[in-house]
């Protein structure tokens, strides 16, 4: 297994020792989980801490998995703070993405940190799109093929309300780890220019979707 890096570590024990937290103090969780009317009232901490509580070990345990496969990939790259600015906006813009498509329905809540690690995973494809990645654990694909299939999925979650799952914070990861991976090594756009293009279908095929009132 490579090797962990401090910035990745202390990221993880975060999410462990919060998540925890929550699991064993409902009054604590019920206090920090992404709430559409809390937030409203002016509770916008939730924004944050939200993207620390997880519904159970198993949730927990996919997304600092997902997390420590790929945080390697973006820090090799591009450094430490960078990472942590990767991770943290990608965790707010999910957030935020989120708050927008469900303003209007207070009673709207979530939490996980899908949103963050989904922005590391999209900046990793963009340094590595052909690394393999396991579809159902079992299906070798492209990196660069998860990726555009992963988005156009979101869409369809988001406009279909598919499972229990914050697809609209996935989306608004994803977005933040495009844009500032780019802004950050603006020399991949001439390197893998094919790559670039592709991710950013799905992101184009959001807005023009929203704007035309399908979403």
Not at 125 to 143: D, E, G
Not at 164 to 175: K, T
């Amino acid at each position: 297994m490579p090797p962990i890096a401090i910035a990745t570590l202390v990221i993880i024990a975060a999410n462990i020792l919060i998540s925890i937290k929550g699991f064993n103090d409902f009054s604590f969780f019920e206090k920090y989980k992404f709430n559409i009317a809390s937030i409203r009232r002016g509770e916008h901490i939730r924004m944050f801490s939200s993207g620390f509580l997880h519904a159970d070990f198993s949730h927990l345990l996919f997304n600092m998995l997902t997390l420590y496969f790929f945080a390697g990939v973006v820090i090799d790259a591009l450094g430490t703070p960078k990472f942590v600015i990767i991770y943290v906006a990608s965790l707010i813009v999910g957030s935020l993405l989120s708050f927008y498509f469900n303003k209007d329905k207070y009673h709207y809540s979530a939490i996980g940190a899908s949103g963050a690690v989904t922005g590391i995973l999209y900046a990793a494809i963009l340094f590595v799109p052909n690394a393999k990645l396991y579809l159902f654990f079992a299906i070798p694909i492209p990196a660069w093929l998860f990726g555009v299939a992963y988005l156009l999925y979101s869409i369809y979650g988001m406009k279909n309300k598919v499972g229990n799952i914050g697809h609209d914070a996935h989306f608004g990861g994803a977005i933040a780890g495009y844009v500032l991976t780019l802004a950050f090594a603006p020399g991949l756009i001439a390197h893998s220019t094919w790559i670039v293009v592709l991710l950013a279908v799905p992101i184009l095929l959001l807005f023009i979707l929203h704007k035309l009132g399908k979403l």
